[in-house]
């Protein structure tokens, strides 16, 4: 049975720091891309960053400069460090694992407000 679960969302201030972290166990095939997206309330999910396999990564916009996406291959497990983090990043982080199959974890809820 795959299973994709995050952690370390919760409620920080404006300007604050955050560090997520996503583990995946069982799942089939070789792992390619991980991944953040995020959806804050009212509007789609959207992506936030990737790392392939090779360490190359992919940032939004919207966070780049701020979010560091990191992986440990050999633990099937994805981080997001945030810094500098604004009201406007509030929202659901959900953690994407691709292999042959596309698994997506149940969300944590990222809070920025003074």
């Known amino acids: 049975q795959a299973q994709v679960v995050e952690s370390g969302g919760g409620l920080v201030q404006p300007g604050g720091s955050l560090r997520l972290s996503c583990a995946a166990s069982?799942?089939?095939?070789?792992?390619?891309?991980m991944g953040w997206y995020r959806q804050a309330p009212g509007k789609e999910r959207e992506l936030a960053a990737t790392?392939?396999?090779?360490?190359?990564?992919n940032y939004a916009g919207s966070v780049k400069g701020r979010f560091t996406i990191s992986r440990d291959n050999a633990k099937n497990s994805v981080y997001l460090q945030m810094n500098s983090l604004k009201p406007e990043d509030t929202a659901v982080y959900y953690c994407?694992?691709?292999?042959?199959?596309?698994?997506w974890g149940k969300g944590t809820l990222v809070t920025v407000s003074s």
């Open positions: 994407n694992v691709r292999s042959l199959l596309n698994y």
């Open positions: 069982g799942i089939f095939g070789s792992i390619t891309v």
């Open positions: 790392i392939t396999s090779g360490g190359n990564t």
